[in-house]
Nanobody, 124 residues
Framework: VQLQAFGGGSVQAGGSLRLSCGAS????????VGWFRQAPGKEREFVAA????????YYGDSVQGRFTISRDNAKNTVDLQMNSLKPEDTAVYYC??????????????????WGQGTLVTVSS
């Protein structure tokens, strides 16, 4: 399955953006889909994931309560609603698909299909 992330842009602190991850050549149904981000000079950071089985959502500590991940298997998309954005949310955001075990759901190495990233810039 090929992934593509889109919806990034520039926003002021406190604003909102919605990212989408679309799939082609396959379906998301059999994958856990995660969002990760990478800021310049930093390691890739877990943002959120939605599991393939029970569709439960998992979040990184830095975005808990502000971001919401959702999947629509009929549309073959996974969205990331980002509210109350902060300058430290500035990064390139990537979506990935994989079949991680629960203890690895926040590890980028557990995902093996990645889309090109989309840049999110939050100004103060």
């Amino acid at each position: 399955v090929q992934l593509q992330a889109f919806g990034g842009g520039s926003v002021q602190a406190g604003g909102s953006l919605r990212l989408s991850c679309g799939a082609s050549g396959g379906t998301f149904r059999t994958y856990t889909v995660g969002w990760f981000r990478q800021a310049p000079g930093k390691e890739r950071e877990f943002v959120a994931a939605v599991s393939l089985g029970n569709m439960r959502a998992y979040y990184g500590d830095s975005v808990q309560g502000r971001f919401t991940i959702s999947r629509d298997n009929a549309k073959n998309t996974v969205d990331l609603q980002m509210n109350s954005l902060k300058p430290e949310d500035t990064a390139v955001y990537y979506c990935g698909a994989g079949r991680p075990i629960l203890s690895s759901i926040s590890r980028s190495s557990a995902y093996y299909n990645w889309g090109q990233g989309t840049l999110v810039t939050v100004s103060s």
